[in-house]
């Protein structure tokens, strides 16, 4: 099997950091990673997320994966992730109280 490229480890294993409960968006790994930008960082999710909780990774606007709000949704319940009520009736992580501050505990400041 072949090794994963070092961006892809390291957006990876940034992940794995993330407490339950809380999310970084993609925006926020690029940054820790230091290299590449969000959609670098959503490439990697999608090409190599699966074995990693996925669902803590939102989109800037905390809207969970594309095609993945369902299964987000439970897993946002199962670690009482805040959430903030869309009429659509579809999921968005409140990032104001469940953004994690990263792998060196500093909060970041980015765009939502």
């Known amino acids: ?3 994963l490229p070092e961006h892809a480890e ?9 407490p339950p409960g809380q999310v970084a968006t993609y ?3 690029a940054r820790w990673v230091g290299s590449g930008g969000p959609r670098q960082a959503g490439q990697v999710m999608s090409r ?9 990774v939102v989109r800037a606007g905390g809207l ?9 949704a439970e897993h946002y319940r199962d670690e009482n ?9 579809d999921v968005r992580v409140d990032l104001v109280r469940a953004r994690w501050p990263g792998p060196h505990g500093r909060p970041e400041v980015a765009s939502v």
């Open 64 to 72: 969970p994966p594309r095609g993945l709000g369902a299964a987000a």
């Open 10 to 18: 390291l957006v990876l294993e940034l992940v794995e950091q993330i």
């Open 48 to 56: 190599y997320g699966s074995d990693v909780p996925w669902w803590r």
């Open 81 to 89: 992730t805040p959430l903030i009520g869309m009429p659509s009736g």
């Open 1 to 3: 099997m072949d090794a």
């Open 27 to 29: 925006g926020d790994l």
